[in-house]
């Protein structure tokens, strides 16, 4: 078992920064892919960035490429989003997600998620 905690998010004005943290316990995440994906009410959940197991290739949906750093500590058990020049259409509730020898853009691949975090951007 793999639990996951995000922590990082909060409340932004449109241009800002915020770097959310995704901790895991249990198992040494170095064995796991880690995606981050984002949900706002009503909504599906959506793809926003993947970093393989090993390797360290990444992979980034189309609206936060060139903007957000998905990146990690396995010896701090952490993955980190590096989010800039956020956008109020940013405004969701961010999962982190654990995929066992994996680590891609589809969330039915993932076996173990966090609570969520709340970003909000403002206009």
């Known amino acids: 078992q793999v639990q996951l905690v995000e922590s990082g998010g909060g409340l932004v004005q449109a241009g800002g920064s915020l770097r959310l943290s995704c901790a895991a316990s249990?198992?040494?995440?170095?064995?796991?892919?880690v995606g981050w994906f984002r949900q706002v009410p009503g909504k599906e959940r959506e793809f926003v960035a993947a970093?393989?197991?090993?390797?360290?290739?990444?992979y980034y949906a189309d609206s936060v490429k060139g903007r957000f750093t998905i990146s990690r500590d396995n010896g701090k058990n952490t993955v980190y989003l590096q989010m800039n020049s956020l956008k109020p259409g940013d405004t969701a509730v961010y999962y982190c997600?654990?995929?066992?020898?994996?680590?891609?853009?589809?969330?039915?691949?993932?076996?173990?998620w966090g609570q969520g975090t709340q970003v909000t951007v403002s206009s």
């Open positions: 249990g198992r040494a995440l170095s064995s796991y892919g």
């Open positions: 997600a654990a995929d066992l020898y994996g680590g891609t853009y589809s969330d039915l691949e993932y076996d173990y």
């Open positions: 970093i393989r197991w090993r390797g360290g290739s990444t």
